[in-house]
């Protein structure tokens, strides 16, 4: 049987053009269809597959940049090549940056244009049948600054790989210090909006009453002190990423006014009237479990979906062991560099006792801890006693179970971590909570219920 034709759409505003190309491409083995203008073109796609797409850079309405930015946020493998005047050469490159395949340069022949195509076919065929292979050979996914040797992340990466190129919502969950926030970089990096903003915003490090503004912006004279007007993060990232960490614990009023932004693409400042339309691509984290915060009413229900459309879990480091020594080994050459010591690695002894612990602080206590462990050593190697843990480490299979402190109650023991998190804190309750694993709401319940006094300062709350 005959392999189908490949198809070919045209977008073309001039009439004998138009009817020139799709003759030629008809001879030349290609199942062609035409149309006028962008907004016909993005008709046609919606209604039909094509293998590549032939537009002209300069359209009436909509131009032909914008129809490539529309075609790639439907379809981010689909080839496109531009038709450009030889005076607009940098639109050309600009189009390429955006994502196009390839360009032409009017006035071309006929023969360079079906070239171009028949390499770009070829070339696109070759990209997915790499992609076919790789995933058939199961793939080992490497992205800048994640170590991944265990299947667990290899399968958080491999999330990662198949919503990058997406505009979907990313909701990513896990313990503090698991590494959302590079989960989170490596998305957006990987993503058509790799060119734009990338901006970072932690609800848990600023007061309650400030993040609304932190969030929005707000107008000069909103609030006493707004002596000038200041956009907010949704602002500062149009076109690209913004990245909430923690928004588990944002408060009920902010997340009116983020299921908006995500449903309409709109808001208000702080203060002001005007509407203010964005194009951001928002990733959201949590350590908490949301479904929880929907029973007890701390999270809105419909905010949870419209965050939830792509769910990524990223394990804790004690449930990814075969991380470990890499992790390990990938600090240690950061920080010996730092330091300029040269330490060249680490004993066996010493990465069995970074084995059988167990991580309670995932990477980032793994960090601090090799962090300490080059600062005081004197050797070329970490060795067992350069390896400082901060409670004692149970070996895997024997069997001890966990207990109190002699003497002392469930709620005393519990009592009193909330205490020492605090002092280390210096009263920062942010701090604190996120120390402790619990929201910072969760915390302040248990400490009205310890009769411990919380005056929620500004100075007390901000990080």
Known sequence: MAAEKPSILIVEDEAKMRRLLELQLAEEGFRAQTAPDAETGLKLLHKESFDLVVTDFRLPGMSGLEFLHAVKRTNTNLPVIVMTAYGTVESAVEAMKDGASDYVLKPFSLAELVLVIRKELGTHQLREENRSLREALGKRYEYDKIIARSDKMQEVLAMVERVAPTTATVLLGGE??????????????????????????????????????????????????????????????????????????????????????????????????????????????????????????????????????????????????????????????????????????????????????HWPGNARELENIIQRGVMLSSGTMLDVGDIHLDVPSPRAGDGAAPSLPPGMTLDQWEDQLIREALRHANGNKSQAARALGLSRNALRYRLSKMGVADPATPEKEAD
Do not use: C
């Not at 956009?231 to 006014?257: N, R, Y």
């Open 176 to 357: 503090s210090g698991v590494g959302k926030d590079l989960i989170a970089r490596a998305i957006h990096e990987h993503s058509t909006r790799a060119r734009g903003p990338w901006v970072k915003i932690n609800s848990t490090a600023i007061p309650e009453n400030l993040l609304e503004s932190e969030l929005f912006g707000y107008e000069k004279g909103a609030f006493s002190g707004a002596t000038s007007a200041k956009p907010g993060k949704f602002e500062l990232a149009d076109k690209g990423t913004l990245f909430l960490d923690e928004i588990g614990d944002v408060p009920a009023a902010t997340q009116v006014k983020l299921l908006r932004v995500l449903q309409e693409k709109e808001f208000e400042r702080l203060g002001g009237t005007k509407t203010l339309k964005v194009d951001v691509r928002l990733i959201a984290a949590t350590n908490r479990d949301l479904r929880a915060a929907l029973e007890d009413g701390t999270f809105r229900e419909d905010l949870f979906y419209r965050l939830n459309v792509v769910a990524i879990d990223i394990p804790p480091l004690r449930d990814r062991k075969d991380d470990v020594p890499a992790l390990a080994n990938f600090f240690l050459t950061k920080y010996a560099a730092d330091a300029q010591k040269r330490i060249q690695g680490i004993t066996p002894q010493a990465m069995n006792r970074l084995m059988d612990f």
